[in-house]
């Protein structure tokens, strides 16, 4: 077992939504290999017990949860099942993010509505619920918020989500002033182009690469990093976003 030293999340249990593939499941991989004891959700039962199986064959702990993030009752109940298993919860790590790419014209307010319930009112009372759990625990519990560069920049043909992960910034940023005298951490990542397995096609094709070589100070894809601000590392780091992206945003 590899040795994490402060970064070390022994002990600790998890919520990693959206984390039976991709980013999601990195992370949850990631988490679970620092000790923790992670919820794998998703929607479908069988991609979710696959990953959690995947983790467990690397050496690391973790549970089912299936649920539907923009499912009010859903959530509840799935907090629920981490109450009645014991042990409560210490980390939140909100992954799940709903994209869906064209001009804002064609945008009905339902489309507007659906992508919002997913991207931003779903981490908004996903924290509401994980708060109560930590704050009863009295644990020094962390919420971690995956936005996006797209929350930070913007582009065309893309505004929906570019408003959704603006806003899970200045959610992070509330909940971090108001969570913060009951010790919790609250900050958001926000990620670039992670090479992940739904990525693996873009992966492999060149105009990418060659993008991503123009396009950021690192000049390749980026490999998936929460640990950090889910760890005792990070005590004093609250209200933050981390852009894990190359140096996109900021590159000229």
Same mark, same amino acid.
């Given at each position: 077992?590899?040795?994490?030293?402060?970064?070390?999340? +022994?002990?600790?249990?998890?919520?990693? +939504?959206?984390?039976?593939?991709?980013?999601?499941?990195?992370? =949850?991989?990631?988490?679970?290999?620092?000790? =923790?004891?992670?919820?794998?959700?998703? #929607? !479908?039962? /069988?991609?979710?017990?696959?990953?959690? @199986?995947?983790?467990?064959?690397?050496?690391? /702990?973790?549970?089912?949860?299936?649920?539907?993030?923009?499912?009010?009752?859903?959530?509840?109940?799935?907090?629920? +099942? $981490? /109450?009645?298993?014991?042990?409560?919860?210490? $980390?939140?790590?909100?992954?799940?993010?709903?994209?869906?790419? #064209?001009?804002?014209?064609?945008? %009905?307010?339902?489309?507007?509505? #659906?992508?919002?319930?997913?991207?931003?009112? =779903?981490?908004?009372?996903?924290?509401?619920? =994980?708060?109560?759990?930590?704050?009863?625990?009295?644990?020094?519990?962390?919420?971690?918020?995956?936005?996006?560069?797209?929350?930070?920049?913007?582009?065309?043909? @893309?505004?929906?989500?570019? %408003?959704?992960?603006?806003?899970?910034?200045?959610? %992070?940023?509330?909940?971090?002033?108001?969570?913060?005298?009951?010790?919790?951490?609250?900050?958001?990542?926000?990620?670039?182009?992670?090479?992940? /397995?739904?990525? !693996?096609?873009?992966?492999?094709?060149?105009? $990418?690469?060659?993008?991503?070589? !123009?396009? +950021?100070?690192?000049?390749?894809?980026?490999?998936?990093?929460?640990?950090?601000?889910?760890?005792?590392?990070?005590?004093?780091?609250?209200?933050?976003?981390?852009?894990?992206?190359?140096?996109?945003?900021?590159?000229?």
């Amino acid at each position: 077992m590899q040795n994490f030293g402060p970064f070390s999340l +022994t002990g600790q249990q998890a919520l990693v +939504t959206g984390s039976s593939s991709g980013l999601g499941f990195e992370i =949850a991989r990631l988490l679970a290999a620092a000790g =923790a004891i992670v919820w794998v959700n998703g #929607r !479908r039962g /069988e991609t979710v017990q696959k990953a959690v @199986d995947e983790i467990a064959s690397d050496g690391g /702990e973790a549970r089912a949860l299936v649920f539907d993030v923009a499912d009010e009752d859903a959530v509840a109940q799935a907090f629920d +099942t $981490i /109450e009645n298993a014991g042990g409560g919860l210490d $980390i939140l790590v909100n992954n799940v993010g709903l994209r869906d790419r #064209r001009a804002f014209e064609d945008f %009905t307010g339902a489309d507007l509505r #659906r992508l919002l319930d997913v991207d931003l009112v =779903a981490p908004f009372l996903l924290a509401q619920h =994980a708060a109560k759990m930590m704050t009863a625990k009295k644990s020094k519990g962390r919420i971690v918020n995956i936005s996006s560069i797209a929350g930070l920049i913007a582009q065309s043909g @893309d505004a929906a989500y570019t %408003t959704a992960k603006s806003g899970l910034i200045g959610l %992070t940023r509330a909940l971090a002033a108001e969570l913060g005298p009951k010790g919790i951490n609250v900050n958001a990542v926000a990620p670039g182009f992670f090479k992940t /397995e739904p990525n !693996r096609q873009a992966a492999a094709d060149p105009k $990418i690469a060659d993008m991503l070589a !123009r396009n +950021t100070s690192l000049g390749r894809w980026a490999n998936p990093a929460v640990l950090f601000l889910a760890s005792p590392a990070a005590s004093y780091v609250t209200g933050q976003v981390l852009a894990v992206d190359g140096g996109y945003v900021s590159h000229y």
